[in-house]
């Protein structure tokens, strides 16, 4: 088959995305592998799937796959891809989208600098959501928020749409990413595995970040990862309300209030190049 496709990357997070919204997706999970393969494909993190909306409350719905072919939850960098897609492709005159994903509904809204910033959605804590498995580990509490102890790190578990665990390292050009990152991403305690971030915090209202994610390795960025990060930050007394994440791929403005409060994230997305591939 012939598939049309937009390359696009946010932050150096790269993404595939098909338009889904005039016939229904129909990729299987091989033919899915080879489109994300980076030497006999396209190559990509993940895939990006625009469906129209199944709710009269959203403008569409999206899915996304790692270049596994296995579906996720969420991706914060894929979101802001998705609006830049819908607008620049004529699917929608709005600057303000209502999105649904897997497990949650997004307001993405398009900055006149060109940026999208999207609400996140609260992070959620209970270990359930995760889920984690916190059972025999004795935590370390600091400001009233929990560092568990696992495979030598002390982690700050919670989750945006998708599972994380973050731990404060003093500088991530050194930090053990690819050798404890996939050691912590399939971690027994982790049932349905994990997102590994590693953060250096350089000011109050400014770290550096590195993410090891499930299925994909470590990426240029992570949008979830990046929220991740600032939320367990500011529960531990750490980091400020507003926060630029420095990642390998560019710049991100994260945003959390505390609480129940959405976390907001802003940042760039680019289209690369569209194309077609027979798969």
Not at 3 to 8: A, G, I, P, V
Not at 41 to 66: H, K, M, W
Request: glycine fraction near 10%; aromatic fraction near 6%; charge should be negative.
């Amino acid at each position: 088959m012939r598939l049309r496709f937009t390359k696009m990357q946010g932050a150096g997070n790269d993404f595939v995305v098909i338009d889904a919204t005039r016939q229904p997706f129909a990729l299987t999970p091989e033919q899915m592998r080879r489109l994300g393969d980076r030497r006999f494909g396209v190559g990509c993190d993940q895939i990006l799937v625009i469906e129209p909306s199944t709710d009269a409350g959203a403008d569409f719905r999206y899915r996304i796959f790692n270049n596994t072919g296995d579906e996720v939850e969420h991706c914060g960098n894929g979101a802001r891809c998705f609006v830049r897609f819908v607008v620049d492709a004529g699917l929608t005159d709005k600057r303000e989208i209502r999105v649904d994903t897997m497990n949650r509904r997004l307001l993405l809204t398009l900055q006149d600098d060109g940026r999208v910033t999207v609400d996140m959605g609260p992070p959620v804590f209970d270990h359930a959501a995760l889920p984690f498995d916190a059972q025999g580990l004795v935590p370390r509490v600091v400001n009233g928020f929990e560092l568990w102890p696992v495979e030598g790190a002390e982690l700050a578990v919670l989750s945006m749409g998708n599972p994380h665990a973050v731990q404060r390292v003093d500088d991530v050009e050194t930090a053990p990413v690819l050798t404890q990152g996939p050691r912590l991403e399939r971690h027994a305690r982790f049932a349905r595995r994990v997102n590994v971030g590693f953060m250096q915090i350089l000011a109050r209202d400014r770290i550096a970040l590195r993410v090891f994610e499930r299925d994909a390795g470590e990426t240029l960025a992570c949008g979830t990862g990046a929220c991740a990060a600032v939320v367990a930050g500011i529960r531990l007394g750490w980091l400020d309300a507003a926060v630029e994440v420095q990642t390998r791929g560019g710049l991100l403005r994260i945003e959390w209030a505390g609480g129940q409060n959405a976390v907001l994230m802003t940042g760039p997305a680019t289209q690369v190049f569209d194309g077609e591939i027979t798969l």
